[in-house]
Nanobody
Framework: QVQVVESGGGLVQAGGSLRLSCTASGLTFDDYTMGWFRQAPGKEREGLSCINWGGGATFHSGSVKGRFTISRDTAKNTLYLQMNSLKPEDTAMYYC?????????????????????????WGQGTQVTVSS
């Protein structure tokens, strides 16, 4: 049984930083593409970042590029999202997702968009609130 669990969300002032973590069990972590998404109330789920199995290829959406960084520690089976220079519009529920398709990162880089539909396994989310 696959379980994906996010942590690290919270309340932060604008301009501050947070690091989200995600652990995945029930799957071979090294074999999976991992991604971060967010969803604000009344809005569609937005793809933010993804990383391939080895960590050598990443994608960041235009809305977070230069501020957020995705990384993974295969020894700890953990995915991270370092979020800097946070803005009130970054307030949302943040989700971690996993999928076995190794082509996701390349496709996202080619099209400039990360699609939630490309991912099979999802966590329950962690809330990030940025105050102005």
């Amino acid at each position: 049984q696959v379980q994906v669990v996010e942590s690290g969300g919270g309340l932060v002032q604008a301009g501050g930083s947070l690091r989200l973590s995600c652990t995945a069990s029930g799957l071979t972590f090294d074999d999976y593409t991992m991604g971060w998404f967010r969803q604000a109330p009344g809005k569609e789920r937005e793809g933010l970042s993804c990383i391939n199995w080895g960590g050598g290829a990443t994608f960041h959406s235009g809305s977070v590029k230069g501020r957020f960084t995705i990384s993974r520690d295969t020894a700890k089976n953990t995915l991270y999202l370092q979020m800097n220079s946070l803005k009130p519009e970054d307030t949302a529920m943040y989700y971690c997702a996993a999928d076995g398709d190794p082509a996701i990162v390349v496709a996202a880089q080619a099209h400039g968009v990360l699609a939630p539909a490309d991912f099979h396994y999802w966590g329950q989310g962690t809330q990030v609130t940025v105050s102005s």
